[in-house]
């Protein structure tokens, strides 16, 4: 039953993109406002074909700070969350502190790495790192606050290291919300990039939308936002096949 669902599923959001594919090719076609803004399918596909060499290396551009971006925050946060386990009182004290910091816009950040580190990449992976901080951190942080009761029971009585709670104990029984946090990550990690690359970059597809509005060059501009969700969708579909792998105990549960 629920692999026929999906069918259907899969089968409605198919029929949904030819319609609005075909909706879009219409007005853009037909209406000259629709065309300035969004233009249509058939001229985006062709300002591809003649510039794919330049959208794509600005989209491996894009790739590469965001990719260097979620594997630093990742490092990161397991790095912080280890201290903690080696002073519980760290946590209790960074918590809060955290979570005031997302009141802030991060967004508004980028100019301030842009000045401090130049308009090269490393001031993208600086951003893209910390919009993906948070999310794996408190939810890997909450995969440990989660663990029952009685698995801490176990181990005191079976009188286990530290080392041995975090490798053993801490680290697999929090993969479901490590995931989590990384599969919100994966997506905020391009956003990260491409909002850095819209205060001064060489390359990117960040630039590229910064570019396409001032010159009103709508093909530009389309073709570069279908590349971006295609890269946060890749980043997010690379996360959900680890999960297949090493996730199987708790997939296969439910």
Known sequence: MEKLLNMKNRRLYILLGIVLIVAWEYFGSSNSTVRLLISSPSLVAEYFAENSADLLNATKITMIEAVLGL?????ISFGMMILC????KMKDFLLPIMVTSQVIPLIVLAPFFIILMGIGIASKIAMASLMCFFPIFVNFANGVKLIPQNIHEMCFVYNASKTQKIFRIYFPLSTPYIITGLKVAATLSVIGAI?????GAVLGLGRNLYISAL???PEMMMCSL???AA???TLYGVIVFVERII????LTNN
Do not use: H
């Not at 386990?85 to 519980?88: E, N, V």
């Not at 996730?247 to 708790?250: D, T, V």
């Open 71 to 75: 594997l630093i925050a990742t490092a």
């Open 85 to 88: 386990f080696y002073f519980p």
């Open 231 to 233: 890269l946060g969708g």
């Open 215 to 217: 010159r009103l060059e």
């Open 226 to 228: 279908l590349l971006s």
């Open 247 to 250: 996730g199987k105990w708790y």
């Open 195 to 199: 909002v850095a690359e819209f205060s």
